[in-house]
């Protein structure tokens, strides 16, 4: 049995299915994770808000899609705990207590926030503004040593290495400070090569079927500079190839697709077709475990109602250690017995 040395926590929003690019780029490292690591994966549904709030009424059916397609990605619910955010409540408590010692200055200075502004095009909330400091919370409400992230989060992390310093400083030491584990997967582009997101409709889903998905390969960006089958093509940066690599197990054929391409022996439609048929055997697996959990809802609250009283018993004994060193014990005095709460109360009502 392998010694679990490093407590893991990281997660997705439930903003809709996962795509082609969460598996590559976060999915199948989170699955060879869990024999090593004590992982805890979080269904983040209250950062939805920052962003979306005027729109709450997808988000119970997004989580049940993520927890479906994580499970069919090879998330194991007895290897790992599966968390729902908002049904744990010390997440947002210890958001409340971080957010003392974090400047409002220090946030505005987050890339993401200023790149999220800009995109928004409206007046941002202070939830919004307050992001990094409940994904501080997230994070050392379970003293996670390491974090899963891409690179476009690694402010985020330094901004919670700042957090428990300070709070260590204050109080005494509690909190690890959390590393952030890059993932060695290449991003994977979506069909128009801009970064493959779902507001951008550019995205391969794994609940998609073999039609929609060989349609949306037919229709895939490669060479803009080639007009012909016979014009020499260029393979670096051209989707056909980046996914090729990542789903098709033929390296023989693949070198050869790319040498034929380069000199222009070779059309578009020819490897559109056999990366759509070989793209549909690799997720054939995949679709059948998804479509199996999808039609089991209650299987799948189960499982994050488990998950989620699991993960509380951790944040409870955190969030007592953090109130007692900030001096609020009379809180903890008048709290009643755990015993008398549900972990996950009204969460799957």
């Not at 999915?27 to 939805?48: K, P, T, Y």
């Not at 929609?212 to 007009?227: A, G, L, Y």
């Not at 697709?257 to 070779?266: E, F, I, L, N, S």
Request: proline share 7%.
């Amino acid at each position: 049995m392998t010694l679990k040395t490093h407590r893991i926590l990281t997660g997705h929003r439930p903003t809709g299915p996962r795509h082609l690019g969460h598996l590559v780029g976060t999915l199948q490292n989170w699955v060879s994770l869990q024999d090593s690591h004590e992982c805890f994966f979080l269904i983040a549904d209250l950062h939805v808000l920052t962003t979306d709030y005027q729109n709450p009424a997808s988000i119970r059916t997004n989580t049940l899609e993520v927890i479906a397609d994580w499970l069919a990605a090879g998330i194991d619910p007895e290897r790992s705990t599966l968390v729902l955010q908002s049904a744990v409540p010390e997440h947002s408590q210890l958001a409340i207590l971080l957010s003392m010692l974090v400047t409002e200055s220090r946030l505005h200075r987050v890339p993401t926030y200023k790149e999220q502004v800009k995109q928004l095009g409206l007046q941002p909330s202070l939830g919004l503004l307050t992001y990094p400091v409940l994904q501080a919370a997230d994070i050392l409400l379970y003293k996670a040593s390491l974090v899963p992230v891409g690179e476009d989060q690694l402010p985020h992390i330094e901004l919670s290495r700042e957090i428990a310093r300070r709070f260590n400083s204050l109080y005494g030491e509690l909190f690890p400070e959390p590393q952030a584990l890059l993932s060695t997967m290449p991003r994977l582009p979506g069909i128009d090569n801009r970064t493959m997101h779902t507001s951008y409709g550019n995205a391969i889903f794994l609940r998609d079927t073999e039609e929609e998905t060989t349609r949306k390969v037919m229709s895939m960006f490669t060479d803009p500079n080639r007009i012909h089958p016979t014009d020499p093509g260029k393979v670096e940066g051209n989707p056909l190839f980046i996914y090729l690599e990542q789903f098709d197990p033929d390296r023989e054929q693949i070198e050869e697709y790319k040498t034929r391409y380069q000199q222009g022996k070779v059309g578009d439609v020819e490897i559109k077709q056999y990366l759509a048929r070989k793209l549909n055997q690799s997720l054939k697996p995949l679709r059948e475990r998804r479509a199996k959990f999808i039609a089991q809802p209650a299987y799948l609250r189960e499982i994050l109602f488990h998950g989620s009283n699991r993960a509380r018993q951790i944040a409870r004994q955190t969030l007592e250690e953090v109130l007692t060193t900030m001096g609020l014990t009379l809180g903890l005095a008048l709290q009643p017995e755990s015993g008398q709460r549900n972990p996950a109360s009204g969460a799957f009502c």
